[in-house]
T-cell receptor
Framework: IAGITQAPTSQILAAGRRMTLRCTQD?????MYWYRQDLGLGLRLIHYSNTAGTTGKGEVPDGYSVSRANTDDFPLTLASAVPSQTSVYFC?????????????FGPGTRLTVL | GQNIDQPTEMTATEGAIVQINCTYQ??????LFWYQQHAGEAPTFLSY????GLEEKGRFSSFLSRSKGYSYLLLKELQMKDSASYLCALQGGDYKLSFGAGTTVTVRA
């Protein structure tokens, strides 16, 4: 069982280009999340999905969009990348059945926008 | 906002004990998580406190005091592999997590 996979591992992107970061989980978790991690700022929530077919905005959603067509996949799209979107992006999932609802993280995508 | 504060860096000697504090200002939350993150890797779950008091898991313990707005992570018998960042996160009523900036612990021989 792989858990959560993300692709690509890293990417250098020209400003203005469109980019989709992929995230797939095989744990049948209901909820999925996208975070960005920047030095000194910690992890910040971009978008989330409580269940397939629904999405919501997190703390820093501007410039990003997501979709949740099925339980396993939760892609994050940058429609027109800007240098301030240079960051490490983590996808996470949780069972969302009450209790601790622990989030489990993917390995991350390091994105550089030039 | 949650205003979650952690020290930026801590250094300790192999075999010693280190306590990482996390203070917060919020009107209410479900619970508090601690995650470990090695450089260049994903955060991994360490502990979850929902009630006041101490939760012990081997060499790691986590404490929560809701009335004081305070938690700490205690790392005992430090090993070189414990060099990592430790992230404090509050779980809100909607089950979303708000993270502190993290504390980088360096273990020296």
């Amino acid at each position: 069982i792989a858990g959560i996979t993300q692709a690509p591992t890293s990417q250098i992107l020209a400003a203005g280009r469109r980019m989709t970061l992929r995230c797939t989980q095989d744990m049948r978790h209901n909820a999925m999340y996208w975070y960005r991690q920047d030095l000194g700022l910690g992890l910040r929530l971009i978008h989330y999905s409580n269940t397939a077919g629904t999405t919501g905005k997190g703390e820093v959603p501007d410039g990003y969009s997501v979709s949740r067509a099925n339980t396993d996949d939760f892609p994050l799209t940058l429609a027109s990348a800007v240098p301030s979107q240079t960051s490490v992006y983590f996808c996470a999932s949780s069972d969302s059945q009450g209790g601790a609802d622990t989030q489990y993280f993917g390995p991350g995508t390091r994105l550089t926008v030039l | 906002g949650q205003n979650i504060d952690q020290p930026t860096e801590m250094t300790a000697t192999e075999g010693a004990i280190v306590q990482i504090n996390c203070t917060y200002q919020t009107s209410g939350f479900n619970g508090l998580f601690w995650y470990q993150q090695h450089a260049g890797e994903a955060p991994t779950f360490l502990s979850y406190n929902v009630l006041d008091g101490l939760e012990e898991k081997g060499r790691f313990s986590s404490f929560l005091s809701r009335s004081k707005g305070y938690s700490y992570l205690l790392l005992k018998e430090l090993q070189m592999k414990d060099s990592a960042s430790y992230l404090c996160a509050l779980q809100g009523g909607d089950y979303k997590l708000s993270f502190g900036a993290g504390t980088t612990v360096t273990v020296r021989a």
